[in-house]
C-alpha cells in the first residue's frame, strides 16, 4: 500500500495560480490527479508516468494544468494556472502501477486524503 498525503490546497481569486503537492511513501508508475466538487463524481485531472515520457490531461485543463514529479523526494506536483470557479473542488493524488484506463478512477489503487482548492469569482 502507498501512502499519499496532499497539500497546497487554498483559497484563490479566478486567474490565479496554486501548485498542489503529493508526498507518497513510493511513487509508483503512474500518479495522477482527480477533482471531486460536492454532488458531483470524482474527476480525472492529469497522470503521467515514472519517465514522464507519457502523460495524459483532462480536456477541461489541458494548456493550464501541468503535472510533474521530483522521484528523488517522492513528490508529483499539479501547477494549476488561470483557475476558474469551476475549479473549485476536493483535489486528490491517486497512484497505480499500469498506465491502461488511466482516467478511470476505479483503476487507481491508493489514494490521498484531499485537498480544498476554491476559487473566487
Known amino acids: 500500500q502507498v501512502e499519499l498525503v496532499e497539500s497546497g490546497g487554498a483559497l484563490v481569486q479566478a486567474g490565479g495560480s496554486l501548485r498542489l503537492s503529493c508526498v507518497a511513501s513510493r511513487l509508483e508508475y503512474v500518479m495522477g490527479w482527480f477533482r471531486q466538487a460536492p454532488g458531483k463524481e470524482r474527476e480525472f485531472m492529469a497522470a503521467d508516468t515514472k519517465t514522464g515520457r507519457i502523460s495524459d490531461y483532462a480536456d477541461s485543463v489541458k494548456g493550464r494544468f501541468t503535472i510533474s514529479r521530483d522521484n528523488g523526494k517522492n513528490a508529483v506536483y499539479l501547477q494549476m494556472n488561470s483557475l476558474k470557479p469551476e475549479d473549485t473542488a476536493v483535489y486528490y493524488c491517486?497512484?497505480?502501477?499500469?498506465?491502461?484506463?488511466?482516467?478511470?478512477?476505479?483503476?487507481?489503487?491508493?489514494w490521498g486524503q484531499g485537498t480544498q482548492v476554491t476559487v473566487s469569482s
Open positions: 491517486a497512484s497505480k502501477a499500469t498506465w491502461g484506463t488511466v482516467r478511470d478512477a476505479n483503476t487507481y489503487a491508493d
